[in-house]
DNA sequence: CGATATTTGTACGTATGTATT
DNA sequence: TAATACATACGTACAAATATC
């Protein structure tokens, strides 16, 4: 268990202003993802916590309580609080994956993460085909057209790259779907940090090919089409990025 | 914007215990969901509040901190606080829909879950078929016998399908498909309820069969079949809820 | 642009209730 | 029953962001 904390204005010259329960329940979070506080053992208690970081009771129940909505703890009225296993921990929350990758113990969930995204990407181009609106195509086609223009720099392209998968998810017209994206666009940053990769120039044309004819397939309303393409361009991104050292 | 609010100690005789902040998360979220409160517009200032409610400002904030991290509300610091559209609301959280399905406007997303659901048990089947091992295939025998069994109850026959379905996610190894079994299992439910079904006795053969194609596909290592008789299997069960007034 | 008022955010201390051991 | 530990609620003070004059 971490010893002392971070106060909130270690650096006088500059602003970090870091709020008291915030650099709590990072302590304590790092302590339990780094194995230090083992599963199934217990927390100190509230109190004991107090004087340790020199806080009220306030910021440790604030903590601990952001520490059990992410599924680190366990609290039991009257009883405890315990350390939680990796099985219990919401591998969806964009602020714990952000944790795990400062502290290097995110390799574990990444080809998870990788398969929840091949689902999703490939559910939204196949609702898509069976339900987009005209005005949907012509989102999706004005898109591609600037994703073709030689103009267009690199960084640019990926921008609408992402652009055109966020299209694609409104197409679906599932409300369910665009939340899971925005959950899932947050953690895959994270990942593509710390793997820290870009994606291959030499790769634009053919991703845009691929772009193409999944909008093709959505078009000519063929979903099992859409989904062929959509899965076959997601394992290609996916080859970047998988059978790297965990 | 509800007047008052229930006591939490409203019947002296029984013991309601219904804690204070709750009780104001779920006026406010009623008067929102039933759009009392439209879109757009602003909530009265947490001291406001206090004197409406008869509360400290501690249970105001709770009950907004929870009210926000559903995504009912936009909290803006210094600026208010505002209400937000249906498109902010985190339909994947089981205390709002609960709360939809109490007030009657849960029908606008029941077909929006029905995708999650066939996306998640589909992929669900098909990673199983690639990746059970000999316990998990064990596991999921030992079930089917159960439900063979003509001994078995109905009611009894309904959990052990449940069970069915959970051990084909943990069949899947993937942790992040089992934390989205969680949520969508306390979802489905309240959709169930909310459309007062249960299963069809007579469907109890055909789903025995089906649960067992499911599993020869995933002992053959078939994923493409094992996708095939979950869809069909699903949607199977789809026709029980859908085509309904909403 | 600047000063001020408004509104939310953070933190403290205290008291009391409730569940577990 | 008693002790322990977490839960709820109140009131207060000040900080920070925003809006307004």
Wanted: hydrophobic share 40%; glycine share 6%; charged share 25%.
């Amino acid at each position: 268990m971490t010893q002392t904390l971070t106060p909130p204005d270690a650096t006088p010259g500059t602003r970090p202003k870091r709020k008291l329960y915030e650099a709590v329940f990072e302590a304590i979070a790092v302590d339990i993802l780094q194995g230090t506080l083992p599963t199934g053992s217990a927390l100190p208690t509230d109190s004991a916590l107090c004087t340790r970081f020199g806080v009220s009771r306030t910021v440790i129940r604030e903590a601990i309580q952001h520490l059990s909505s992410v599924g680190l703890l366990d609290v039991r009225h009257g009883a405890g609080t315990y350390i939680n296993g990796s099985r219990q921990w919401d591998l969806l929350d964009p602020q714990l994956l952000t944790m795990m990758g400062r502290t290097g113990t995110i390799g574990f969930v990444i080809d998870d993460l990788l398969d929840i995204r091949r689902m999703f990407e490939v559910e939204a181009a196949t609702l898509a085909a069976k339900r987009a609106t005209p005005d949907d195509i012509r989102a999706l086609e004005a898109l591609l057209v600037r994703m073709r223009d030689p103009a267009t720099t690199e960084q640019e392209h990926v921008a609408l790259n992402l652009e055109f998968h966020g299209l694609l998810v409104q197409a679906s017209h599932n409300r369910i779907l665009q939340g899971l994206r925005e959950q899932l666009r947050g953690v895959l940053t994270v990942m593509m940090n710390a793997r820290h990769r870009q994606a291959d120039a030499e790769m634009r044309t053919v991703s845009t090919a691929m772009h193409q004819m999944i909008l093709d397939s959505i078009r000519e309303r063929r979903p099992d089409r859409a989904q062929a393409v959509m899965l076959a361009h997601i394992q290609g991104a996916e080859r970047s990025l998988q059978h790297e050292p965990r």
